[in-house]
């Protein structure tokens, strides 16, 4: 499935989202999320309320896991659209980045809604 900016930025007008408040960063993980763009969130003390992962590549998840804990909070929510890829087998894809992010995070979280037979959703609680 793929939609482009345009469609995607036409969907949160359709539901009512406002756009001015969202920002699309497109190209692979490893390449789009920079040093550069972190100073650029520290800068403008941006948090996020809602980290949405949706890639099947264990390189891919370890990339944006590790990138975006310095900008979670307490109650904001990941969600990992692809949690249960590759059987479920926690050596392989999402979950083994989950787990081997859980390890290194300063962050604990608790599990909270399934999405269907693939997503899991946690919220982010305090740190270590």
């Known amino acids: 499935m793929q939609t482009t900016e345009d469609e995607f930025l036409g969907l949160l007008q359709q539901f009512g989202q406002s756009r001015d408040r969202v920002r699309l960063v497109g190209g692979f993980y490893s390449e789009s999320l920079t040093p550069a763009l972190a100073d650029e969130f520290r800068g403008r003390k941006s948090y996020a309320s809602l980290v949405c992962v949706d890639c099947n590549l264990y390189e891919s998840y370890r990339d944006v ?33 989950w787990l081997e992010y859980l390890k290194q995070s300063r962050w604990n979280f608790d599990q909270f809604l399934n ?7 946690f919220v982010v609680q305090g740190q270590d």
């Open 65 to 97: 896991l590790t990138w975006c804990d310095e900008f979670l909070q307490p109650g904001a929510i990941v969600y990992l659209d692809d949690f249960n890829m590759f059987r479920a087998q926690n050596d392989k894809g999402p979950r083994k980045a």
């Open 115 to 121: 999405i269907s037979w693939a997503g899991r959703s």
